[in-house]
T-cell receptor, first 115, second 113 residues
């Protein structure tokens, strides 16, 4: 079965601090993409960062970076210099390379940012 | 460039009725996927359409169906609504099924009473 597990239903971080959200996944496939999506109260899913499984280098997008451990099937998201606007539900997801656009999502981590 | 547009934003239906939701993808995007989001089950894949053909289907009963038009707009239909169908329905578009980035609409909140 292909699954994504986010073990932290809720996380909290102080503004300007750093927080790491955990994600593990399970698949027998070797070619896939990994994603972190953000869903603010507006409900619109916004892509935060993506990682191709064949790339060893961890992806970075401004204050967002990932720690991708393929052997451990782990894909954590680090948010540096947290801002109030980062408060949202964060979803980890993956897509198998040759299986179209189907995304498999985790249950989400609700991140709150304290001023 | 306009984003993914879903209509309506909110809908209230009665058990047993049917409902049709619409999704207009980003211009140039030909792949549309649908997801159901509920507090209990999270985000679950419904189906994917590309070039008016269903390419992939999730584990949902036959009451859930969809289609895609030649302009890539997609509709999903739920017949004989049940209380458990109350959810946020999200649509995502990408250039093609292999596109590395899917863009989501704001969703349609369906409430079944």
């Amino acid at each position: 079965a292909q699954t994504v597990t986010q073990s932290q239903p809720e996380m909290s971080v102080q503004e300007a601090e750093t927080v790491t959200l955990s994600c593990t996944y399970d698949t027998s496939e070797s070619d896939y993409y990994l994603f972190w999506y953000k869903q603010p109260p507006s409900r619109q899913m916004i892509l935060v960062i993506r990682q191709e499984a064949y790339k060893q280098q961890n992806a970075t997008e401004n204050r967002f970076s990932v720690n991708f451990q393929k052997a451990a099937k782990s894909f954590s998201l680090k948010i540096s210099d947290s801002q109030l606007g980062d408060a949202a539900m964060y979803f980890c997801a993956f897509r198998i390379y040759n299986q179209g656009g189907k995304l498999i999502f985790g249950q989400g981590t609700e991140l709150s940012v304290k001023p | 460039k306009a984003g993914v547009t879903q209509t309506p934003r909110y809908l209230i239906k009665t058990r047993g009725q049917q409902v049709t939701l619409s999704c207009s993808p980003i211009s140039g995007h030909r792949s549309v996927s649908w997801y159901q989001q509920t507090p209990g089950q999270g985000l679950q894949f419904l189906f994917e359409y590309f070039s008016e053909t269903q390419r992939n289907k999730g584990n949902f009963p036959g009451r859930f169906s969809g289609r895609q038009f030649s302009n890539s707009r997609s509709e999903m239909n739920v017949s004989t609504l049940e209380l458990g169908d109350s959810a946020l329905y999200l649509c995502a578009s990408s250039r093609d099924p292999g596109g590395t980035e899917a863009f989501f609409g704001q969703g349609t909140r369906l409430t079944v009473v």
